[in-house]
C-alpha cells in the first residue's frame, strides 16, 4: 500500500519528493526572534514551499514546546548516533531526498535550498553539503539509502556532536558521491554558529536580527557579516585563571616569575564565577599559567566551587603535587574535570632542559594516576625546537594518545623564538582570545589575554563590553602594540 502511494505522488507530480528535518536535537529551548513574535520554527515553515515538501519533521529531545501544526514533532529518547539515524530514516518514509536544516536557525533560503536539491537530483548524488558558510546556516541533503549505510557504518551507541551527519559521512568518505556548495567567501576561520545552542549563539542572532532581515540570502548574508564583523563578539566562552603564580619546575616556555608569590582569594573567585555564569551558563573555567594551580592551598576549595556550578573545569598542571589524597578529594568531581600535564618531553634528558633539572617520571606518574583513577587525562608538549626530536621518538613509539601538542608562545616578545614552523595564516584576522575568553591574573584583575600582561582595568560586568571594544579596533587593523606582532591570535581553545 505504501509502495503505491508512493508511486501515485511520484508518477502525478513527475517530481522527486522530499522530506525537511528540522533539527532541534541540540537546541535547549524555543528560540523565538528578537520582537518576540515568532520562534524560529513558525519563522521557517512561514517560508518554506509546501510542494516542495511532502512532509515536515521537527526532530528534538523534548525541550522545544511551542511546534506549529503543520509540523510533525518528533521526540528522541538520546542523542547516540544509531537512534538519530534511525529517526531520521523512518520519518523520511518513501521520500527521495531528506534535507536536514537546524531547526534555531530562521535563515531558510528557499531558493537556494531548491539549487541544492536539483544539483543533487541530477548528479544523483549522496548527500549534498556546503563550505566556507558559518556553520549549520546552509542545510544538507541525504539519501534515505545513503543514510542506511551510515546507519551500518556508524553503529548505534556513540554519543554525538552537532556536526552528526558530516561526521557519520567522514568515516568512509570516498563511498558517497558528494555534491558541495561552496560559499563566495570563506567565513569558517570567524567560526560563526547558527542555530542558538547557547547563550553566545543566541546573542549572535538577536544582534544580527536587529540589523538583517531573515528573509537575507545566503550569498548575501555572507558578504553582510563580513562587512560587519563586530556582530561576531557575542560573550565569553573561556575563563582562563592563572590561581597562583608559585611554580614546581619554572619551564622555559613561560617568562620568568617577577613578583612574590600571590594566591587568588577563594572567596572572591566564587564571586567572579558567579558573574561569569551569567554571561554565560555553560562558560569553560580553565587553572593555568605559569603557577602551578595544585600549589593554591585552597585548591579543593576552589574547584567544588567550580563543580557545584555545573560547570567544566580544565586543569593544567606539572603534576608534582597529584597524590592519592587529591585524587580522592576530586573523586566525586571528576566527570567536570580535565587534566592536563604537562610533559613536554619523551627523554628525560630534554624534559630536565625544559624543567630546570626536574624529573620526567613524575608528571609521567601523575598521568597514570589520574587515568587509573578515572580522570579525563591528557599529556601536553609545548612544541619548541629543543624537543622536536622527542615529538619524533613518540610518534615512532605510537606513543600519541591522549597528546596535546601546544604552540609555543613568546609572550608578546618576552621570550626569544624557539618555534619549530610558523603556521601563522596568510591574512591576519582578529584574535580568538580577545572575541571569546577572559583572563584573569591571581589577584582576579583582568588582563588582556593570557600572553601579555596588560591589563584591562574593569570589572567582571564590565569585560565583555571592553573585550567587544578591543576586538572592534582588531576588525580595523588597529592592534594594540603588544599584539602587532603577536601569532598567537589564531590559537583558540573554545
Ligand atoms: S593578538 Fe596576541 S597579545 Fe593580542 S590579545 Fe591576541 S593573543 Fe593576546
Same mark, same amino acid.
Given at each position: 500500500?505504501v ?6 505522488f511520484?508518477?502525478?507530480s513527475?517530481?522527486?519528493m522530499?522530506?525537511l !528535518? ?5 537546541q535547549n529551548n ?9 520562534? =524560529?520554527l513558525?519563522y521557517?515553515?512561514s &517560508?518554506?514551499?509546501r510542494t516542495l /515538501?511532502?512532509r $515536515?519533521i521537527?526532530?528534538?529531545t ?8 503543520t509540523?510533525k514533532n518528533?521526540?528522541i529518547?538520546?542523542?547516540?548516533i ?11 518514509k ?10 534555531g536557525n530562521p535563515?531558510f533560503?528557499?531558493?537556494?535550498v531548491k ?5 543533487h ?7 549534498t553539503?556546503?563550505i566556507?558558510?558559518p556553520?549549520?546556516?546552509?542545510p544538507q541533503?541525504?539519501t ?10 556508524c553503529?548505534?551507541n556513540?554519543? !554525538?556532536?552537532?556536526d ?5 559521512i567522514?568515516?568512509?568518505?570516498n563511498?558517497?558521491?558528494? #555534491?558541495?556548495?561552496?560559499s563566495k567567501?570563506d567565513?569558517?576561520l ?8 547557547g547563550?553566545?549563539e543566541k546573542?549572535?542572532?538577536d544582534?544580527l536580527?536587529n540589523?538583517?532581515?531573515p528573509?537575507?540570502t545566503?550569498?548575501d548574508l555572507?558578504?553582510?557579516?563580513l562587512?560587519?564583523?563586530h556582530?561576531?563578539?557575542t560573550t565569553?566562552y573561556?575563563?582562563?585563571?592563572e590561581i597562583t603564580?608559585?611554580s614546581?619546575? #619554572?619551564p622555559?616556555?613561560?617568562?620568568a616569575?617577577?613578583?612574590p608569590? $600571590?594566591?587568588?582569594?577563594p572567596?572572591?573567585f ?5 558573574t561569569?555564569?551569567?554571561m554565560?551558563p555553560?562558560i569553560?573555567?580553565i587553572?593555568?599559567g605559569r603557577g602551578?594551580?595544585l600549589r593554591?592551598p585552597?585548591?579543593i ?7 557545584e556550578?555545573?560547570?567544566e573545569? !580544565?586543569i593544567?598542571?606539572d603534576?608534582?603535587c ?6 580522592e ?5 571528576? #566527570?567536570?574535570? =580535565?587534566f592536563?600535564i604537562?610533559?613536554?618531553a619523551f627523554s628525560?634528558? @630534554?624534559y630536565k632542559?625544559i ?8 608528571? &609521567? ?8 583513577k578515572? /580522570?579525563t587525562?591528557y599529556?601536553q608538549?609545548?612544541?619548541?625546537t629543543c ?5 619524533e621518538?613518540l610518534?615512532?613509539?605510537k606513543?600519541?594518545e591522549n597528546?596535546?601538542?601546544r604552540k609555543y608562545?613568546?609572550?608578546?616578545? =618576552? ?5 619549530? $614552523?610558523?603556521?601563522s ?5 582578529p584574535c ?7 583572563s584573569?591574573?591571581p589577584?582576579?584583575?583582568i ?5 601579555s600582561?596588560?591589563?584591562l582595568h574593569?570589572t567582571v560586568?564590565?569585560?565583555p563590553d571592553?573585550y567587544? &571594544?578591543?576586538?572592534?579596533?582588531? @576588525?580595523k587593523a #588597529?592592534?594594540?602594540?603588544?599584539c602587532k606582532?603577536c601569532?598567537d591570535?589564531?590559537?583558540?581553545n573554545?
Amino acid at each position: 500500500m505504501v509502495f503505491l502511494i508512493y508511486n501515485y505522488f511520484y508518477n502525478v507530480s513527475g517530481a522527486f519528493m522530499n522530506t525537511l !528535518i528540522l533539527d532541534g536535537i541540540f537546541q535547549n529551548n524555543d528560540v523565538t526572534l528578537t520582537d518576540n513574535s515568532k520562534t =524560529t520554527l513558525d519563522y521557517i515553515i512561514s &517560508k518554506i514551499d509546501r510542494t516542495l /515538501f511532502e512532509r $515536515v519533521i521537527l526532530l528534538q529531545t523534548g525541550t522545544i514546546t511551542t511546534v506549529p501544526d503543520t509540523v510533525k514533532n518528533v521526540v528522541i529518547e538520546n542523542k547516540t548516533i544509531g537512534v538519530i539515524l534511525k529517526s531520521i530514516l523512518k520519518e523520511s518514509k518513501n521520500s527521495d531526498n531528506i534535507v536536514i536544516h537546524t531547526s534555531g536557525n530562521p535563515f531558510f533560503d528557499i531558493q537556494y535550498v531548491k539549487t541544492m536539491i536539483d544539483r543533487h537530483e541530477k548528479y544523483v548524488a549522496d548527500y549534498t553539503y556546503s563550505i566556507g558558510f558559518p556553520d549549520f546556516l546552509v542545510p544538507q541533503i541525504i539519501t534515505p539509502n545513503c543514510l542506511k549505510n551510515l546507519i551500518t557504518l556508524c553503529g548505534e551507541n556513540q554519543e !554525538i556532536r552537532d556536526d552528526y551527519l558530516f561526521y557519520a559521512i567522514s568515516k568512509d568518505i570516498n563511498s558517497f558521491d558528494i #555534491e558541495t556548495f561552496i560559499s563566495k567567501h570563506d567565513l569558517r576561520l570567524y567560526r560563526i554558529s547558527f542555530g542558538t545552542y547557547g547563550k553566545p549563539e543566541k546573542i549572535f542572532l538577536d544582534n544580527l536580527l536587529n540589523s538583517i532581515s531573515p528573509d537575507t540570502t545566503y550569498d548575501d548574508l555572507v558578504d553582510y557579516l563580513l562587512k560587519n564583523q563586530h556582530l561576531f563578539y557575542t560573550t565569553v566562552y573561556g575563563a582562563f585563571f592563572e590561581i597562583t603564580t608559585v611554580s614546581n619546575t #619554572e619551564p622555559i616556555y613561560y617568562p620568568a616569575k617577577n613578583s612574590p608569590d $600571590v594566591f587568588c582569594d577563594p572567596v572572591q573567585f566564587d564571586r567572579v564565577l558567579v558573574t561569569l555564569q551569567t554571561m554565560n551558563p555553560h562558560i569553560k573555567i580553565i587553572f593555568n599559567g605559569r603557577g602551578d594551580p595544585l600549589r593554591h592551598p585552597d585548591f579543593i576549595t576552589m574547584v567544588t566551587s567550580v563543580i557545584e556550578k555545573k560547570l567544566e573545569l !580544565i586543569i593544567e598542571t606539572d603534576g608534582y603535587c597529584v597524590t592519592d589524597n587529591i585524587t580522592e578529594a576530586l573523586n566525586d568531581f571528576k #566527570e567536570n574535570i =580535565t587534566f592536563v600535564i604537562k610533559i613536554d618531553a619523551f627523554s628525560d634528558e @630534554t624534559y630536565k632542559k625544559i624543567h630546570n633539572g626536574y624529573d620526567l617520571n613524575i608528571p &609521567k606518574a601523575a598521568f597514570t594516576l589520574l587515568k587509573n583513577k578515572g /580522570f579525563t587525562t591528557y599529556r601536553q608538549i609545548v612544541r619548541m625546537t629543543c624537543n622536536e626530536d622527542d615529538i619524533e621518538a613518540l610518534l615512532k613509539n605510537k606513543d600519541m594518545e591522549n597528546l596535546i601538542l601546544r604552540k609555543y608562545s613568546q609572550y608578546c616578545g =618576552t621570550l626569544p623564538d624557539r618555534k619549530v $614552523v610558523d603556521l601563522s595564516p596568510l591574512k591576519r584576522f582578529p584574535c580568538y582570545h580577545i572575541r571569546r575568553e577572559i583572563s584573569f591574573t591571581p589577584d582576579l584583575a583582568i588582563q588582556l589575554c593570557m600572553y601579555s600582561n596588560e591589563k584591562l582595568h574593569c570589572t567582571v560586568d564590565d569585560a565583555p563590553d571592553v573585550y567587544k &571594544k578591543e576586538f572592534i579596533s582588531q @576588525t580595523k587593523a #588597529e592592534y594594540r602594540e603588544c599584539c602587532k606582532n603577536c601569532d598567537d591570535y589564531y590559537i583558540f581553545n573554545f
